[in-house]
């Protein structure tokens, strides 16, 4: 039988109140800021060790403080509208392009795989296959098809981070429960209004998985496409830099260029906080 | 199975048949379970039948295969003269866990179904009626209350609203008030009675309640477990429509107690 | 025996085994071992990552281009040139076949395709285009269009007039029936392409072991270049790069273009030999196209033909 | 009030049984060989077309036949231990072990991430801002200190597909819901506990979304990591070919690598069947 | 608030007091729905307490305020002479919603409390007591099923023998034998019964039960709804220990009917 603490009853009688809080782990609590800053430091403070004990040569890792110098070239750059703006530019037109493409196709061939046993037995392993293959040889393709506009680079883009959204969606739909299935049934619901209003609701958090992977995916399928098929864009600059050796400019590119990344994740991470409203993503110990 | 002769007969249901089982039985392929054996059971058009039986006899199993949920393993449903092969829509049905979507408000949730057969618009007129149903199970202020902040009560009742929305012909219940205390429970089953008998509906109800099974039914279907069966049909002669006061009457006490002494011989069954 | 051999690394900007030629010639000679050394070849991609790869100490030697070496110098990088292996220039500007474009003049207004690999055929196809009196943006457009299929598909869609690129792009799109036509003016050749290159420290601190390379690679060089050793040299090739030796024709033709380019303008001078004044040509285009931010304190320190020379003397023996 | 349907009850006296199987719509019943010989069929049906109305050039898409020779011509290579058979297993290795240090690693983080608010705000703004960097950078910093060998293609393959095992991890765990968190905190759970008992299992379908993007993941970063650390896998020999425009060789290469990537897919999934017995994936109407 | 004065008092619960709750008021913030006003309660050592009330109102959140799964919005939660202010080990609780682990069988269900408490080592100890409760609650024969294939009332009875297996001083229920038929029921009371007495178990539960309410405890809380206040407690003067052929005592009646006087009022309140 479970020991009962010691203290005798009647001792608080006194007390008039045992409002509480939940109790926050010390880990949980740190403030965002802090939290940033500490890791920053982390980060930074070992990056300059292994530059200042020069384990490494300095044109493949650059000094944090090279890094910065650069940055502050480039973002002024940036800033007055110099060349590595149009260039930012375009590389955001294929990262927005490529993503909603690749949320279009794979959100539509998620549910294929998701819903029909066609889908999850027939192409399902095509898209496998496909995803596996090693991008550069697709490039060609779609250069040869799309030229060396945005387009070829969009259609990169969006190929890499289709598959995400397909594992996504497919996960996302099979995660309604026996009970909601078996409602819906009665309710005479046909198997697309099964879908709209019910599987893909309940299988939101999983979907957004698949985006939030997809969004980052999406960045590094548009340098690539850039790297393999040309273009004007941002990663072109990354790769002249890196062809000249230039690693405080590489640096501070690709720096930049994860401005980007992140924005665009949180961004979807927004959206599933407001879209999925139900589903509290609650952190750590202190939830309620 | 002995017919409950023990008991005056008068007002047996005379509608037509709504339901027809025969000799239905369930093995789950799974655990090799025999959740049903041999059941057969004919509703018809306007009666209340309750089913009663202890825990794990079947009685959900039952209602799932009449809704054409899950399949028997053996015999014959036929639901308005056509054989359930499948969900069907004339059918309205409660399950034992209310199931509320979580993104959608109270009134939503129960005007979904509404949504679902006849449309968005269609949906939007029928708030007012979610509205009015919300106000008779006790809800009124939480109509745009989302799931997780109801209580287990009052989520039940949600759901019962839900299935009440679209009029059905055929109601199945499986256990909808067992979350409510005995007061709610009574003013529910009085609402249940008055709305079946607008409808001229047919009922179905699983319930663990003798009480509300005679106060409500005009057949009480008594099951016995392992495999389920059913012990006996006992046919409730109170006169419609039933009111509450009706449950202290001497023959109310005699009914609750005879099917009392069903279940308990059922045990050892 | 193989136990006492040393372990060294070589690392060539491209995956071909013909366009490190000798390397192979050797390894399948047994020069390096001769030389008591046991030679791993490593591809990677394009000449930047060849000279991390020296600086990171993970490659005794390499086959960067000069104008990544000399970026690299600017860096504080102190890997040097020990032999000239494309004397005569591996790049080259190509137009179509059947295109009406004879000289690099008539490529006025038009686009010019650049491969990515390296971004030295950049700096040659500025070089020439520069002698040609011409400048970007005013007179031509640069487009990076990548190598191979990409290339093919920008000579296809006529979004390139011409494609910059390396001797042996060129060689491949010619076999692979995409029929190119060099139009760089000979006298570019000067502007020579990749060599063996390693850290100065490796020279200065190991210096037997840069002598001994060279030796080997010379041999290996001179062994290739006599006709007489055809069959053999291809057979060290498909031995290193079996791929690349399954079809026999294109193997030989892409073995053929690239060796041509290996034998020195000046035919005075021995095999992997380096002229001084084409370096400050080619520090100058450099710092032109913005590459390198200015001239380098000290461009002799960027070559040396001394190994070469030992190399050489060892041919003869 | 719903319409009854109009067959005069009683008809069905003479009805035996009603036993009725879960109708299932045409899209499912394919068998799933014929499915995916249609969906083959359809696939090189339209390569075929391509290549045949010479809609790209053969540099830049070979013909299915060609494709299929160099396959056979592979094959023999594989099947007789030639020097393919050897490149092919140094990039499965390679493919293997990246995947074991990618679950490892993205393990451990989406535990960092989705069970503190330090590791949710703090850690992850850095995993996505060096995720979405392309990868290129990092090669030369892995090929310093790491080398040749596999170690280095090994690093990269993990660094690529961590972040979606990150990512799925950190949803799982935020999927259990209040009842099952509530009762854990009265049993006296510690956090640990609570962590592995209940948030684990309950999260591990969208661990294995995280883990079936990986597995994809892995596969193309092994091969990134050959094209730019060198090696000898398989990679280097799509890049021999690509470099030489021999297109039916690469394609035939990629077909085979793709193979590898299935079969790695495939083991996640069954894995997945096998340990989320519980979460019975179902697909289509027909389910019950 | 009118002590229960109509009835005879006899046997009130004489153990010092376990728990002891002063003014405690709950508001939800996201909603601002006042769910608990100043509830004040003693429960006493092996003493049994009842909570009845009309559903929504406030029960389930007096209970979770109890185990320190939520705090109060005001007042004091003392058990066993230390603030509540966080959960606790020395309580067993179980929620309304029965809440089985999916992935694990009946009895790995039951004995994880002792798996968190104690380890695997003692978890498997403890399967062989998991089996007896199990027998005990009439699910012989499903201990290796896992719980979706359990029906509504059996996975209610298999989180009753989680709650039970530790053995805990003060045992929280929350409606716990809502899904289950009236025999059953009768029978899971009289084991709680037994098991409490053995145990000297503190005990605190939620029915929407009035005869269960009276037959298991010695004082029983009405609650009244909107906001949730205690309405009246009433003392339970049965002798101990209860057998269920009291329930036809005149007593009894008197008790359940005093009872549900209280909770018809409530409803106007
Ligand atoms: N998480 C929550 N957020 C907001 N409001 C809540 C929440 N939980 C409960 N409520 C509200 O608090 C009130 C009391 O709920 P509680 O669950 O305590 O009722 P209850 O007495 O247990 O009812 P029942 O008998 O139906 O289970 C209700 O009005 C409900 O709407
Ligand atoms: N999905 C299933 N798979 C396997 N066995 C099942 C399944 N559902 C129910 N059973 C078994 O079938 C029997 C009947 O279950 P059912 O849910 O119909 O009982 P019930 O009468 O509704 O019980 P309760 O009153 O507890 O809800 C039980 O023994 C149960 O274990
Ligand atoms: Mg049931
Ligand atoms: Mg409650």
């Keep these: 039988m479970t020991e009962f603490q010691t203290n005798s009853p009647g001792d608080f009688e006194t007390v008039q109140d045992t409002v509480w809080k939940q109790e926050i782990a010390f880990i949980d609590a740190v403030p965002r800021w802090l939290a940033m800053s500490f890791v920053f430091v982390v980060f930074i403070g070992s990056w300059q060790l292994v530059t200042a004990l020069e384990l490494v040569s300095p044109i493949i890792l650059p000094t944090p403080m090279e890094t910065l110098n650069d940055m502050i070239f480039v973002g002024k750059n940036l800033l007055t509208g110099g060349y590595m703006l149009g260039a930012l530019w375009i590389t955001i037109q294929e990262v927005i392009y490529g993503f909603a493409l690749a949320i279009a196709i794979g959100f539509s061939l998620g549910v294929l795989v998701g819903e029909t046993a066609f889908g999850e037995k027939a192409v399902m392993p095509y898209l496998v296959a496909i995803d596996t293959m090693p991008k550069v040889a697709f490039a060609p393709l779609f250069v040869a098809w799309l030229g060396f506009g945005i387009e070829s680079k969009v259609a990169l883009a969006a190929f890499i981070a289709t598959f995400p959204i397909v594992v996504g969606t497919a996960a996302g739909l099979h995660s309604a429960d026996e009970n909601a299935r078996m409602l819906f049934k009665t309710m005479g619901a046909s198997r697309m209004q ?35 098929g040309g273009g004007k864009g941002f990663g072109e600059l990354i790769r002249v830099a890196a062809s000249q050796l230039n690693t405080p400019r590489v640096f501070s590119l690709i720096l930049y260029l994860s401005l980007v990344g992140l924005a665009v994740f949180a961004a979807v991470s927004w959206t599933q906080r407001k879209v999925v409203f139900w589903h509290k993503e609650r952190v750590g110990a202190g939830d309620a | 199975m002995k017919p409950a002769v023990a008991l005056e007969y008068s007002g047996a249901p005379v509608g037509a048949p709504v339901y027809d089982l025969a000799h239905v039985s369930k093995t789950y392929a799974r655990n090799a379970v025999v959740a049903l054996e041999d059941v057969s059971l004919t509703l018809r058009k306007g009666s209340f039948t309750s089913v009663i039986g202890s825990s794990g006899c079947g009685k959900s199993t039952l209602l799932k295969i009449m809704a054409g949920l899950i399949p028997p393993t053996k015999g014959r449903v036929v639901l308005q003269g056509v054989p359930v092969t499948g969900p069907r829509r004339d059918i309205g049905m409660m399950f034992q866990q209310a199931t509320l979507f979580p993104w959608k408000t109270a009134v939503e949730n129960i005007v979904l179904p509404i949504e679902i057969r006849d449309g968005k618009a269609a949906a939007k007129k029928a708030v007012e009626k979610a509205h009015q149903l919300l106000d008779v199970v006790g809800l009124k202020g939480f109509e745009n209350v989302y799931p997780n902040e109801l209580s287990g009560g009052m989520a039940q009742r949600a759901s019962i609203c839900r299935m009440l929305i679209t009029e059905p012909a055929v109601l199945l219940l499986d256990e909808p008030f067992s979350a409510l205390d005995e007061l709610s429970r009574d003013m529910m089953n009085m609402e249940l009675q008055r709305i079946c008998r607008e409808q001229n509906a ?25 495999p389920g069966r059913i012990a006996e049909i006992v046919e409730v002669d109170l006169p419609r429509p039933r009111t509450l006061d009706m449950m202290t009457t001497p023959k109310f006490g005699e009914i609750v107690d005879y099917i009392r002494g069903l279940l308990d011989k059922g045990e050892d069954m | 025996t193989a136990q006492d051999l040393r372990d060294i690394t070589f690392v060539q900007p491209s995956p071909s085994a013909i366009n490190s030629f000798p390397v192979f010639v050797a390894i399948g000679e047994g020069y390096f071992e001769e030389e008591g ?7 990677i991609n ?15 030697f390499g086959r960067p281009g000069p104008g990544p070496l000399l970026a690299a110098r600017s860096r504080g990088v102190d890997a040097v040139h020990i032999y000239n292996v494309a004397a005569r220039s591996n790049f080259g500007i190509a137009v179509p076949q059947d295109s009406e474009i004879q000289s690099v003049e008539e490529l006025k207004g038009k686009v010019i395709g650049t491969g990515t690999a390296d971004g030295a055929e950049v700096g040659f196809a500025r070089n020439v285009m520069t002698g040609a009196n011409m400048s970007e943006g005013a007179d031509f457009e640069f487009l990076t269009v990548g190598d191979g299929g990409p290339a093919t598909a920008a000579f296809m869609n006529g979004e390139i007039a011409a494609y910059s690129s390396s001797t042996a792009d060129t060689a491949i799109l010619n076999q692979r029936g995409m029929a190119v036509r060099d139009i760089t003016p000979v006298e570019f050749g000067r502007f020579f392409g990749n060599g063996i290159a390693t850290m100065a420290e490796t020279i200065e601190n190991d210096r037997d072991l840069v002598e001994a390379w060279s030796r080997a690679f010379a041999k290996g060089h001179a062994f290739a270049l006599d006709d007489a050793n055809r069959e053999a040299v291809l057979a060290h090739l498909a031995a290193g790069n079996p791929q690349e030796g399954e079809d026999k024709e294109f193997q030989s033709a892409l073995f053929d273009a690239v060796r041509s380019k290996t034998i020195p303008t000046d035919d005075s001078k021995h095999l992997g030999w380096y002229p001084a004044e084409v370096w400050k040509e080619w520090e100058d285009a450099l710092v032109k196209g913005g590459e390198i931010s200015g001239p380098l304190d000290d461009l002799s320190a960027a070559w040396t033909n001394e190994f070469a020379e030992i190399g050489n003397a060892a041919v003869g023996e």
Tied chains: 1, 4.
């Design chain 1, 194 to 228: 099964t879908l709209i209003k019910m599987k893909l609701p309940t299988g939101l958090p999983q979907v957004f998985t698949g985006l939030k992977i997809g969004a980052v995916g999406v960045m590094a399928g548009a340098i690539t496409g850039e790297f393999l």
């Design chain 3, 37 to 43: 050394l046991n030679v791993t070849v490593e591809a």
């Design chain 3, 46 to 60: 394009g000449s930047g990552a060849v000279l991390q790869a020296l600086s990171a100490g993970q490659a005794h």
């Design chain 2, 202 to 226: 047919t009922a179905f109800l699983v319930t663990h309640s003798i009480q509300e099974a005679v106060i409500l039914s005009d057949e009480i279907v008594v099951m016995k477990p392992r």
